[in-house]
C-alpha cells in the first residue's frame, strides 16, 4: 500500500451507466490529480486540485466530472461514457513543496 | 515549459547484463528529476530521484541514474537485469525554479523486457 487508496479496482460499466471512482489519501497531501492511462499511450493528466480546488483541467469531455470535497478524497464521477474511455484510472497526491507525487494501484475501467 | 522525452518505446535485455533505459528533458529552470517504475494493472512505483548534489543518484532495487546537466539527460541504469525487472518505466520532470506546487511532466514510458 502507497498511502493512496483507489476503490473500485475494476469497474464494468454500460455507456448510460453513473458510476463513479474514489481516491483517498491520508498522507498529509494537499494536491491531488487523476490521469488516464490507455495502452500505449502516454500519460495524460485529466485534473490537478490544490487545496481543494481545481487549477488545471486538461480539456477533459464533460462526461467526466471531478469532485474534490476536502483535502483526503478525490472523486471522478462518470456518465454516459464511450468504449474508447475505457483506461487505467490512476489518482496521485503530491504536497506543495515536495518532490515528487505517491499514486494509487488505480481503477481498471472497462465501458461495454 | 517542460518536457521529457525517452526515446525507446522498448528496451529488451538479457537477464544478467546491464540494463539502461533512456531519458533527456528541457525545464526553463533547475530540474528536479524522477523515475518511476509500473507493473501491469498497478499504479506508478517511486525508485529514485535527483533533487541536488551527487550527480549519481542511487534508488530501490539496485537501481541508479545519473544526472548530467550538459547533456540533460537523466538515463536510468542496473548492472544485472532480472527478470522481475520487466516493467514499464517513467521519466519525470519537475522545474524547481518556477512551480512551486510540484507538478511534474512524465514521458512517454519505457517498456523493459528482460528475457531469461
Known amino acids: 500500500e502507497t498511502g493512496v487508496t483507489q476503490t473500485p479496482r475494476h469497474l464494468v460499466m454500460g455507456m448510460t451507466n453513473k458510476k463513479s471512482l ?14 488516464k492511462q490507455s495502452a500505449k499511450k502516454p500519460l495524460e493528466l485529466m485534473f490537478v486540485y490544490n487545496f481543494k480546488e481545481q487549477t488545471e483541467n486538461n480539456s477533459v469531455p464533460s462526461r467526466f466530472s471531478p469532485e474534490c470535497p476536502n483535502s483526503s478524497h478525490l472523486f471522478l464521477h462518470l456518465h454516459t461514457l464511450q468504449p474508447e474511455d475505457s483506461a487505467l484510472y490512476l489518482c496521485a497526491s503530491s504536497r506543495q513543496g515536495s518532490y515528487g507525487y505517491t499514486f494509487g494501484s488505480g481503477t481498471r475501467l472497462t465501458v461495454v | 515549459a517542460q518536457s521529457v522525452a525517452q526515446p525507446e518505446d522498448q528496451v529488451n535485455v538479457a537477464e544478467g547484463n546491464p540494463l539502461t533505459v533512456k531519458c533527456t528533458y528541457s525545464v526553463s529552470g533547475n530540474p528536479y528529476l524522477f523515475w518511476y517504475v509500473q507493473y501491469p494493472n498497478r499504479g506508478l512505483q517511486f525508485l529514485l530521484k535527483y533533487i541536488t548534489g551527487d550527480n549519481l543518484v542511487k534508488g530501490s532495487y ?6 548530467n546537466k550538459s547533456q540533460t539527460s537523466f538515463h536510468l541504469k542496473k548492472p544485472s537485469a532480472l527478470v522481475s525487472d520487466s516493467a514499464l518505466y517513467f521519466c519525470a520532470v519537475r522545474d524547481r525554479t518556477t512551480d512551486s506546487w510540484g507538478k511534474l511532466q512524465f514521458g512517454a514510458g519505457t517498456q523493459v523486457v528482460v528475457t531469461p
Not at chain 1, 498522507?27 to 490521469?35: E, F, I, R, S, V
Not at chain 2, 539496485?62 to 544526472?67: D, I, K, L, R, S
Request: glycine residues 10%; negative net charge; proline residues 0%.
Open chain 1, 22 to 35: 474514489k481516491c483517498e489519501q491520508h498522507l498529509g497531501h494537499n494536491a491531488m490529480y487523476w490521469y
Open chain 2, 62 to 67: 539496485g537501481f541508479e541514474a545519473e544526472f
